[in-house]
């Protein structure tokens, strides 16, 4: 199974919003509820910022949000701020595995 | 606080085995799935299965299947991943990373260990 589709790169000002896509099939995000998103600083382990498409867990601030329509899910980061700069990366369930997107690099300009 | 401790890196000829510990603090460790996570340098996250360490039961990625092996010690809360045959390509940090629910997500994750394979 292929990696999931995300653009490379995205930027934008502080105080924007700006949205992460990440694509895949009727197999994996298109099939299952079980959509996540994860921040990634350097040389730091990833951190868990939305579940099951929508849900933030304890902790992480409102500005970060997610949907999907179809095989495509996103997050969207509003009020972009100076520390949400670093790699983000979706993930799925599938009936088999849990697969990973290929990241985006966030740079807040 | 709930924690993942992973040991320490390891250097690694091809052809040898490396089998990485992760020790789990804070919350009840036979009560979520254990998952184990690569990146290799400048990649994203692959996946490598799940042991679920109540039962001892996994599931292992297609791709590492015959190669990798996750076992569990309930005595002292903790994981292993060992991963035999190792390749130059098998170069990467390996992360241990908590299910929040089974399928769920991952919402703990070890600091990682880093594996270099060199001849």
């Known amino acids: 199974q292929s990696a999931l589709t995300q653009p490379a790169s995205v930027s934008g000002s502080p105080g924007q919003s700006i949205t992460i896509s990440c694509t895949g099939t009727s197999s994996d995000v298109g099939a299952y509820k079980y959509v996540s998103w994860y921040q990634q600083h350097p040389d730091k382990a990833p951190k868990l910022m939305i579940y099951e498409v929508s849900n933030r867990p304890s902790g992480v601030s409102n500005r970060f949000s997610g949907s999907k329509s179809g095989n495509t899910a996103s997050l969207t980061i509003s009020g972009l701020q100076a520390e949400d700069e670093g790699d983000y990366y979706c993930?799925?369930?599938?009936?088999?595995?849990?697969?990973f997107g290929t990241g985006t690099k966030v740079t807040v300009l | 606080q709930v924690q993942l401790v992973q040991s320490g890196a390891e250097v690694k000829t091809p052809g040898a085995s490396v089998k990485v510990s992760c020790q789990a603090s804070g919350y009840t460790f036979t009560g979520s799935y254990m998952n184990w996570v690569r990146q290799a340098p400048g990649q994203g996250p692959e996946w490598l299965g799940w042991?679920?360490?109540?039962?001892?039961?996994?599931n292992y990625a297609q791709k590492f299947q015959g190669r990798v092996t996750m076992t569990r010690d309930t005595s002292i809360n903790t994981a292993y991943m060992e991963l035999s045959r190792l390749k130059s390509d098998d170069t990467a940090v390996y992360y241990c990373?908590?299910?929040?629910?089974?399928?769920?997500?991952?919402?703990?994750w070890g600091q990682g260990t880093m594996v270099t394979v060199s001849s």
């Open positions: 042991i679920n360490p109540n039962t001892g039961g996994t």
């Open positions: 990373a908590r299910e929040r629910t089974h399928y769920s997500a991952l919402d703990i």
């Open positions: 993930s799925s369930y599938t009936s088999t595995s849990t697969l």
